[in-house]
């Protein structure tokens, strides 16, 4: 079974719009730290948010918050007030016990002017 | 902090040419990470090493790919002899390894291109 799920492989958004892209997780673990990460056409991969499995609040970065279900292990990313810049790949990732990781297909965001 | 570096940022070799991809990783970092991606199959983890030792390297495509860390701050990642199919962009990521919280961090890549 896949650890990560994106089942979106593109999605379209009005500028200053909210937009939520969407991440499901498989694991038998009791802690873990989910991630997402923005990759913008020039490549580089950047760390945006990061949510515990026991963190009670969801977390929130600027614009960027996690909508972290447990009981339905979903840990979806809302994007909020769309720039043009938020244009990228995004990737939602898991750490489980080790030091492995595990990351989603991705999914590709644009913002429509 | 300058981040994790790579080196080079572009590589563009013929076939059957040696490649040696190179990776300075966050001081303090003790998790180091070699990631492929490509358009076809997305980020593959092709290695992962703890403390210097590899841990995880069932990714590796097959022998003409291995990976080194002879220390805390450098890493390596070799293909010989390389071919087409190895066109990729070939990124380095570090973390610490005190929690899950830890996130990775990743360089800027290096595109490998085999003609």
């Known amino acids: 079974a896949q650890k990560i799920t994106q089942t979106q492989p593109g999605m379209f958004v009005q500028e200053k719009e909210a937009v939520t892209l969407d991440c499901t997780y498989d694991t038998s673990d009791q802690s873990y730290g989910l991630f997402w990460y923005k990759q913008p056409s020039s490549g580089e991969m950047i760390f945006l948010i990061y949510q515990g499995s026991y963190d009670e609040q969801n977390a929130t970065e600027g614009r960027y918050s996690l909508n972290f279900q447990k009981a339905r292990k979903s840990a979806n990313l809302v994007i909020s007030a769309s720039q043009l810049g938020d244009s990228a790949m995004y990737f939602c990732a898991m750490r489980e016990g080790g030091d492995q990781f595990y990351f989603g297909t991705g999914t590709s965001l644009t913002v429509i002017p | 902090d300058a981040g994790v570096i790579q080196s080079p940022r572009h590589e563009v070799t013929e076939m059957g040419q040696e490649v040696t991809l190179r990776c300075k990783p966050i001081?303090?970092?003790?998790?180091l990470f070699w990631y492929r991606q490509t358009m076809m199959r997305g980020l593959e983890l092709l290695i992962y090493?703890?403390?210097?030792?590899?841990?995880?390297d069932s990714g590796m495509p097959e022998d003409r790919f291995s990976a080194k860390m002879p220390n805390a701050s450098f890493s390596t990642l070799k293909i010989q002899p390389s071919e087409p199919r190895d066109s990729a962009v070939y990124f380095c990521?570090?973390?610490?390894?005190?929690?899950?919280?830890?996130?990775?961090?990743f360089g800027n890549g290096t595109r490998l291109t085999v003609t």
């Open positions: 990521a570090s973390s610490s390894n005190t929690g899950r919280r830890s996130p990775l961090h």
């Open positions: 090493f703890n403390n210097n030792v590899p841990i995880d």
């Open positions: 001081s303090g970092h003790n998790s």
